[in-house]
DNA sequence: CTCCATTGGACAACATGTTGTCAATTTGAC
DNA sequence: GTCAAATTGACAACATGTTGTCCAATGGAG
């Protein structure tokens, strides 16, 4: 096995068990790592975006976010609001009640973040992560993309 | 984000890059990521084994690679053998299709799996490799694992 | 302004994988 | 040998995400 074929392996692994974890961590919160994921995406962007918006920031199709979206709204952690330049495209924006959940799974992950961080040391993360960006970006320049993603 | 948020955001779009490019690079064949992902492991496995030993291999739930097990018998890619030691474990084993099957997208993949190698060096890519499975090894240890995975 | 290409949302079908549950089989402790 | 525990497969329900398709709305070229 070669060594691209080694980390793709390893890729997989790591995705799962980051799904699985995060699943562990925020269940208590009522949230999935699906959720927990728009939420933090809406979080970090700071600002009210359309579902369509929201999808191209993280990787993933309209249609997918937006069934995540709906979830959130039937729990009041986000909610719809009128769009001025758009009149189908909701701005999508974090109650309270979102807000703190995103709040809570944060404290939730803090500590097995930090024991990472002390383990592998920054440094070795922040390598991890620029391999990984350039191997993606290779394989991206050598196929074509749908539409979104 | 600190820096494991941001590893973790890039496996995240890593692996979907890695699933989108593995559909496009063997559809030819009338492969999927996940059926070969399955052939694969059998492959370097080199010997039979029943679904539930692959699926711990693989680090996924026996039902999943089951269902998959399913749709490469259906193709003649794979075949179920009698179990000497358990009855109702039957053996999986790739037939000359299934074989044929996985030298192709060896195949498929080989320049862009070359271009990556040159591009980013095979140290980088143990280093990432190695620094993922640390951190997964870390989240299993904090985590309660199910059944399988 | 009109036309059309792009963007966005909604709906459906499907692919992938997990979780839960049950029965069959094997295995190990006694 | 017997019985409990662990393993394996089968079936169902669900979670997550993609693809395909259709329509609505926007925006830019002419």
Redesign the pocket.
Known sequence: MDDVQQLTHTV?AAN?RL??AG??LVADIG?????W??LAALEYSNETL???????NM?????????????LAEQSMIE?KE?P????????GLTPKGKKAVAAAEKAVDSLNKQIIKKIGARRLREASATLKEMSALISENLQR????
Chains 1, 2 share one sequence.
């Open positions: 997989f799962g799904i699985s699943n562990q949230l999935t790592s699906a959720l994921q728009v359309p579902a369509a918006s929201i999808a191209r990787g993933l199709t309209r249609q997918g976010v937006q069934r995540v979206l709906d979830l719809f769009n330049h758009h009149r189908r495209a909701k701005l999508v749908k539409e979104n993603p």
